[in-house]
């Protein structure tokens, strides 16, 4: 079975930094691109950050850049989310996302993407 696994959100306080991470079981990541979204409570889910196969290309939500970086090891089969400087306006569940057929490059629109993990939880508050 396909699946993408979200990890590493949790709560933390405005400032703080987090590191998620997005593993794929019953595929490899290595031949597509990976998107970042989150969706707030009351709001529509939006593109945070997506990344090429290669990683030569990356892309960042305005409302996130210097503050987010993305980065991949295709070895472990694992795409990363570095997260700092959080604000409460970061308060989202997290998903990644990727399409094989046809393999997704950089995206930042859902519709790109037809694998979504479960998403994971990241709260700023103090």
């Known amino acids: 079975q396909l699946q993408l696994v979200e990890s590493g959100g949790g709560l933390v306080q405005p400032g703080g930094s987090l590191r998620l991470s997005c593993a794929a079981s019953?595929?490899?990541?290595?031949?597509?691109?990976i998107g970042w979204f989150r969706q707030a409570p009351g709001k529509e889910r939006e593109g945070v950050s997506c990344?090429?196969?290669?990683?030569?290309?990356?892309n960042y939500a305005d409302s996130v850049k210097g503050r987010f970086t993305i980065s991949r090891d295709n070895a472990k089969n694992t795409v990363y989310l570095e997260m700092n400087s959080l604000k409460p306006e970061d308060t989202a569940v997290y998903y990644c996302?990727?399409?094989?057929?046809?393999?997704?490059?950089?995206?930042?629109?859902?519709?790109?993407?037809?694998?979504w993990g479960q998403g994971t939880q990241v709260t700023v508050s103090s």
């Open positions: 019953g595929f490899t990541l290595d031949d597509a691109g």
């Open positions: 996302a990727t399409r094989k057929r046809p393999p997704v490059m950089c995206a930042m629109a859902e519709y790109d993407y037809d694998y």
């Open positions: 990344i090429s196969r290669t990683g030569s290309s990356r």
